[in-house]
C-alpha cells in the first residue's frame, strides 16, 4: 500500500519517534495486516505451478488435504492449517514446514502449530526410507504431547492428497474460513498482555 509524505513520520531513527508518530505507525500497520489473508491466498495460488513430478499441483494437493479435513468434521483451525500447511514452499523449500508454522503461529493453537512445524519429519514416514534417510526421525519425538495429533494429520490428509480423481473444494471455498482465522491473533508479542487474554 502507497501513501503519500503527509502520512508519513518524519523520524530517519526509532530513537527519534513521538508516540503521536508510532499511533500513527500503528494505524497504518493494522490496514496492511487487515490485507494478510488476500496476500496468502495469493501464495496459494502461485502454488499452481509447482511440485514437479507429482500427479497434482502443490496447490491441488494443499486442496485435496484441506478438503479431506473438513469432510472429516476437523474445525475451522485446523482446516486452515491443512491447507496452508505447504506454504512455505514457495520461500523454503528445503524448511517449508517451519516457514508455515511461523506465518500461522499467532492465530493457531499450540498443537496445530506443532504439527505445522513437524509435519516435514512426519511425512518422512512415508517416504524417506526411498531416498536412503530414516523414516523414522519422526521417533525423536515419540511421547511429545502433539505426537499422535501431527501423525493423524500426515497419515490422514496429507500423505493421501495426491489424487488426480480427487474432487477437491475450491480455493473460493476455504476464505471465509481463512478471514475468520486470520483476523485477530491469539498471541503476538505486539499484543498488550489484556488484547492476550480478550
Known amino acids: 500500500m502507497a501513501y503519500d509524505d503527509a502520512e508519513k513520520t518524519s523520524f ?30 495469493g501464495q496459494l495460488r502461485m502454488l499452481e505451478g509447482g511440485l514437479d513430478g507429482y500427479a497434482v499441483t502443490r496447490l491441488e494437493h494443499s486442496l485435496q488435504t484441506a ?18 500447511h505447504d506454504i512455505g514452499d514457495l520461500m523454503g523449500p528445503a524448511n517449508h514446514a517451519e516457514i508455515g508454522a511461523v506465518i500461522l503461529k499467532p ?17 518422512g514416514y512415508y517416504f524417506f526410507h526411498h531416498l536412503g534417510l530414516d523414516r523414522d526421525l519422526r521417533e525423536q519425538y515419540r511421547g511429545h504431547p502433539h505426537f499422535v495429533h501431527c501423525a493423524e494429520f500426515c497419515h490422514q490428509y496429507d500423505q493421501n492428497s495426491f489424487d488426480p480423481g480427487y474432487e477437491s ?25 489484556e488484547a492476550k487474554s480478550a
Open 169 to 193: 473444494m475450491p480455493l473460493e471455498a476455504f476464505e471465509p474460513m481463512m478471514r475468520r482465522v486470520f483476523a485477530r491473533p491469539k498471541q503476538s508479542i505486539y499484543l498488550r498482555p
Open 67 to 84: 478438503t479431506r479435513a473438513h469432510k472429516d468434521g476437523r474445525d475451522e483451525e485446523y482446516v486452515v492449517c491443512a491447507l496452508l
Open 12 to 41: 530517519h531513527a526509532m530513537t527519534e519517534g513521538t508516540p503521536e508518530q508510532w499511533a500513527e505507525i500503528v494505524r497504518h500497520a493494522a490496514t496492511f495486516r487487515a490485507g494478510l489473508t488476500d496476500r496468502l491466498l
Open 107 to 123: 492465530y493457531v493453537s499450540e498443537a496445530n502449530h506443532w504439527m505445522l512445524d513437524k509435519h516435514g519429519v512426519f511425512q
